[in-house]
């Protein structure tokens, strides 16, 4: 395969495109969405089984693609904890009227607080804009892979994936 | 001496299920290990597993471990520590040098070998610099001993290995200045090289290290392109401020005891070199002797327990605790599970290749034993 996901580490927009999971336009505009970044067959469900509500499918060969069914996904955030690859995360772009809200994965200490400025950052690490963290969830069942809430302007929407990591 | 119905070398995660399995049966089994704690390599993968529950995905890899130690502890399981194996004789004697210091002759009726693999290095000019190390090593350094060994790190090799440690180097405050590749392409997991890569680290493929410089440890590296033959291609090299090389270059089975004991073997690159031929029950050529984990072919610690299981059910079959008809249920319960970790992109090829050595094993040890 000719992905630039084995040459550069990262997918592009194009690859995520095409795998199952990916939302279409439509779905990132409706509201809460889960975006799974997985398009490389690698002997892994756990998202399957974090589901509460059955939306996500591997199947039986466990080196599937996962499925989402949207209509059926609560968006309860389970399978952003759960994903051993921290590839699944929630955007809404329904957040406010001028900014979006991303929720991902983050295992990286010291932890943001809430009220915190941070710069997100694309697939490649580079600075996108300025965030404000307003959640930070790290139930003891997350098992040490917190879950970060930022909220960002809706422009850079679709680059920002993560937030640079806080150098101690 | 000691006699004992089973004995095991290596308390990694494939001799620990090993035990675990052919205990449970009821067989009498003494598990040794070199190093001060049992485990293996499992301590220090902080991360979480992939595969599915049945091969406990979603669990980091220390938390695994425990859990191997309080069913093997719950079992009661002797278990020599500081223990080497140091020689094996008639095909069931080990002798086994404790603590460093007095010998001991352990009498087993059968023997599964897991002894694991060990770090490849490349070399190059300043290899031999302080800061130069297996990322194996920076690994232990930073996840069992909590010692960053140094603050901007180089990683040569882009497999799961090093992927993994760089993003683990990262946890643990260092940074990652580039993750090298010699091929054309990366080869860890997507995911893991999704994941360095949004946390800022570049990837050079086709690139490796001409030499590393400094007076008293590595102060920087001099990268260089490679073409499709691997020759470095001049006027492409590039200097690298970094203090710490991480090589994570492969594995090579540890394969020893399998020499002495007179185990025929096979050469499949693939899989890390010369390997113990096996079959689908992880019966080395030997009449007594099994093997299992990276020794049968270097894989993962998810793998390593499957086959460890195996080896334990048959090794317990043969010792008469569990009835051949159970323990090929069970042997193939085991395989089907080791198949879906051996599947997919990553897995077909590894796959294919344990297939033809299993193929070539009963073939070679039908032959041999009866």
């Given at each position: 395969m000719e992905y630039s996901l084995k040459t550069t580490g990262a997918p592009t927009l194009e690859e995520l495109h095409k795998s199952p999971a990916f939302p279409t336009h439509e779905q990132f505009l409706k509201g809460p969405v889960v975006v799974i970044e997985c398009i490389e067959e690698i002997p892994c469900n756990p998202c399957e089984a974090s589901c509460p509500k059955g939306a996500i499918t591997v199947g039986k060969s466990i080196t599937n693609l996962p499925k989402i069914d949207f209509e059926k996904c609560?968006?309860?955030?389970?399978?952003v904890s759960a994903c051993p690859g921290l590839a699944i995360y929630i955007k809404d772009y329904t957040y406010n009227d001028t900014k979006a809200s991303l929720s991902f994965p983050y295992e990286y200490y010291p932890l943001p607080n809430p009220g915190d400025i941070v710069e997100a950052v694309d697939r490649y690490g580079k600075y996108v804009c300025d965030a404000k963290v307003i959640k930070v969830r790290n139930p003891k069942s997350n098992d040490h892979t917190s879950v970060v809430t930022i909220e960002y302007p809706k422009d850079h929407f679709e680059e920002a994936i993560n937030i640079k990591r806080k150098i101690r | 001496m000691v006699e004992i119905e089973l004995a095991i070398v290596g308390a990694g995660p494939a001799g620990l299920s090993a035990a675990i399995e052919a205990r449970r049966a009821g067989a009498n089994v003494l598990l040794i290990d070199e190093n001060a704690r049992p485990g293996g390599q499992l301590f220090k993968q902080i991360h979480k597993f992939f595969g599915s529950k049945a091969h406990k995905a979603g669990i980091r890899g220390f938390n695994i471990g425990n859990e191997l130690l309080q069913e093997s502890e719950l079992l009661g399981i002797n278990t020599w520590l500081n223990g080497e194996v140091c020689g094996i004789e008639d095909g069931h004697n080990l002798w086994v040098v404790r603590d460093r210091s007095y010998s001991e002759i352990v009498k087993a009726k059968k023997i599964i070998i897991a002894t694991g693999a060990t770090e490849n290095a490349v070399t190059f000019p300043g290899w031999d610099l302080p800061g130069v190390m297996g990322a194996g090593a920076a690994q232990t350094m930073i996840n069992v001993n909590r010692v960053l060994p140094g603050k901007k790190i180089i990683m040569l090799g882009s497999g799961n290995v090093g992927v993994i440690v760089a993003y683990q180097l990262l946890q643990a405050g260092g940074e990652v200045v580039a993750i090298l590749e010699a091929a054309p392409k990366l080869g860890g997991y997507g995911v893991h090289t999704a994941k360095v890569s949004r946390a800022g680290v570049p990837f050079y493929v086709s690139h490796t290290i001409k030499q590393a410089f400094g007076t008293e440890h590595v102060e920087a590296v001099e990268i260089v392109e490679l073409d499709s033959a691997f020759r470095q291609i001049a006027g492409t090299e590039q200097i690298l401020e970094v203090d710490t090389v991480c090589l994570a270059t492969g594995l090579t089975p540890l394969t020893e005891l399998a020499w002495l004991a007179g185990c025929k073997f096979d050469f499949i690159p693939s899989l890390g070199g010369h390997l113990p031929i096996h079959d689908d029950k992880m019966h080395s050529t030997q009449p007594d002797i099994f093997i299992a984990g990276d020794?049968?072919?270097?894989?993962e610690a998810s793998t390593a327990m499957e086959e460890g299981r195996l080896a334990g059910i048959n090794a317990a079959a043969e010792l008469g605790y569990i009835s051949e008809e159970e323990a090929e249920v069970r042997s193939q319960e085991t395989r089907d599970s080791l198949n879906t970790l051996r599947s997919g992109y990553f897995g077909q090829k590894r796959r294919e290749s344990k297939d033809s050595m299993v193929q070539k094993g009963k073939e070679v040890i039908s032959w041999n034993i009866h």
């Open positions: 609560i968006v309860c955030g389970m399978c | 020794i049968s072919g270097i894989e």
